[in-house]
């Protein structure tokens, strides 16, 4: 028994000094020695390759006729061998400030007015932007079923309508309409944002018009393009995902590394009668959405170097000679708030990434929102949650406390027993094993109850960790953001201090090595602690000083204070 917990608390001390280094490579800018070095800078090339950017030929769309998705090189759009003169234009409302350009009108910039960057709270968050240094844009336009169609893309000049920019006092919509020349097969894309005040969505309505003399076969394509780094300022000492997202009904949401993209290794769905397609990040989201059932279909493509596409593209039909075909979208582009996502897609809101521990997280959630409106702080609404839960675990850790308490009774008869039998360790695990049946201990006693209720704490951890109410979101005096560090650094202190008492209080361990690691450790992780957001040390130490009340409390009861 004494050798396997010697074993596992050294596994657990080394592992955890490899990954507090590690961290600590990443947090200055050295390379991980777990392998990989700093992102690269987004492809500055002048002149995409052939091509780039747009959505590659896959597999036919089930009910769809075959030549769906058959795309022939001709039929797929190329980047211009110079960059044309674009326009781009600004449009504000409460809640954003988008920046449209003229070049396929495509979404390239995104500045959410009610949210401020974390790095320098003088700026808002830029969730969408282009430059040598950043990519992440929406984009859209078509492609042909049929072959030798050069249809109107998001490399395509547009004119702009002219139009209000700013939405009014009162006004509760505006809107931007983008149109493409006419093609040499008489085709016109026509392309119509509508920004509505309080929302973080667009709806999209593109019009396909034929002018043509003959029935074509358009495919609407509908995309999110991204370079692989990082959100700037993301901690080194804790993992949020970013990358791509697809969710469809069979197999729900589905999370894609950039590194699968560009190994061509990806395994997510591809085909669908319904789903949507998203780009994640830590807080924030951007996702493509077709209300409308229909069939579909799902790509990611490396385009160039460290630029990255998500499309979900869809047939449109016939659209005969001197008819038009519109399809209508929704763009969302903001902050991951679970319950507003869920109302706009079925399953949108799990980009709001929660880890293998969704099942705990949400109803977690649902009960920090709840607390959250009775008590209008944040802050307060996490350690009424940690009371909650410690309040339904009371009896569980009450029984992990007195039967360490017991251990901590019996430690001077294990360690007289180890004395007399050094020499001869059979007999002496024999020995130990015949006090703990005559005095009714259970060594494991005190790690199963508390094993059991890990699950719901690992999973609060997430709930912190991933909601976007967090951020700018006070708790008291010097608190000012529950997902930034504590600025003083109080909080992590008091955690440290803490975690230092429940070892105090907790049985002495026999072998001095262990008691020294058991020391050493709380100040290991306290270390991390301090570049942890204030939200995730307040619920820690919140539940330390609670454990320390209850254990106190027992090992007063039972006579075994002090060590």
């Not at 004395?419 to 005095?439: C, G, L, S």
């Amino acid at each position: 028994m004494t050798d396997m917990r010697r074993t596992l608390l050294w596994v657990v001390f080394t592992m955890s000094l490899v990954l507090l280094w590690d961290a600590w490579n990443k947090h200055t800018g050295q390379t991980s020695i777990f392998g990989g070095g700093q992102t690269p800078a987004v492809s500055t090339a002048a002149a995409p390759p052939p091509a780039a950017g747009v959505p590659a030929p896959a597999a036919a769309v089930p009910g769809v006729p075959a030549a769906v998705g058959a795309v022939t090189p001709a039929a797929v759009p190329t980047a211009p061998t110079a960059i044309p003169t674009t326009e781009q234009v600004v449009v504000t409302t409460d809640r954003v400030k988008a920046t449209f350009d003229s070049q396929g009108g495509s979404l390239v910039r995104l500045e959410l007015l009610a949210h401020k960057d974390a790095q320098d709270p003088t700026r808002n968050v830029v969730l969408l932007e282009q430059g040598l240094k950043r990519l992440y844009v929406a984009q859209s336009g078509l492609i042909s079923a049929q072959g030798g169609a050069a249809l109107p893309n998001h490399f395509t000049q547009m004119a702009v309508v002219p139009g209000e920019r700013t939405l009014a006092p009162g006004a509760n919509e505006i809107s931007v309409r983008f149109e493409s020349p006419v093609g040499v097969d008489g085709v016109k894309l026509a392309k119509t944002y509508s920004l509505k005040r309080g929302e973080y969505t667009m709806a999209v309505r593109h019009e396909v018009i034929n002018q043509g003399s003959a029935t074509i076969k358009p495919q609407l394509y509908l995309q999110l393009a991204r370079d692989g780094n990082p959100p700037e300022g993301e901690s080194s000492f804790y993992f949020t995902f970013t990358g791509p997202a697809i969710y469809t009904e069979a197999q729900k949401f589905q999370k894609i590394d950039f590194s699968d993209i560009a190994k061509a290794k990806t395994s997510h769905e591809k085909t669908s009668d319904g789903g949507w397609v998203a780009m994640v990040q830590h807080y924030f989201a951007s996702a493509w959405l077709a209300p409308q059932p229909g069939p579909r279909e799902f790509r990611t493509a490396k385009v160039a170097d460290n630029h990255y596409t998500v499309a979900m593209v869809l047939p449109l039909g016939d659209v005969a000679a001197g008819a038009t075909q519109a399809h209508d979208a929704i763009l969302f582009s903001g902050p991951q708030e679970e319950n507003k996502l869920a109302a706009l897609a079925p399953g949108l809101e799990l980009v709001k990434d929660y880890g293998w521990l969704t099942v705990l997280s949400k109803p977690l959630f649902w009960l920090l929102d709840k607390l959250h409106g009775i008590l209008g702080n944040w802050g307060w609404a996490i350690v009424a949650l940690v009371v909650l839960l410690k309040i339904a675990f009371y009896w569980l850790n009450a029984s992990a406390y007195r039967s360490m308490a017991k251990m901590k009774a019996v430690a001077p008869k294990v360690n007289d027993l180890k004395e007399r039998y050094k020499d001869k360790p059979q007999e002496m695990q024999q020995a130990m094993m015949r006090i703990y049946k005559e005095e009714k201990v259970n060594p494991l006693g005190g790690c199963l109850p508390i094993l059991v209720q890990m699950p719901f704490f690992i999973a609060l951890y997430w709930v912190l960790l991933s909601s976007v109410e967090m951020r700018n979101a006070p708790w008291i005096g010097w608190i000012t953001d529950l997902a930034a560090r504590d600025p003083w650094f109080i909080l992590p202190v008091l955690m440290t201090a803490s975690s230092l008492l429940q070892v105090w209080l907790n049985p002495k361990p026999t072998d001095p090595m262990q008691e020294k690691l058991m020391w050493f450790m709380p100040l290991a992780f306290g270390f991390m602690f301090f570049f942890f957001p204030a939200g995730l040390v307040l619920y820690w130490l919140t539940n330390n000083l609670l454990s320390i009340a209850q254990q106190w409390f027992i090992n007063k009861q039972m006579g075994v204070l002090g060590r």
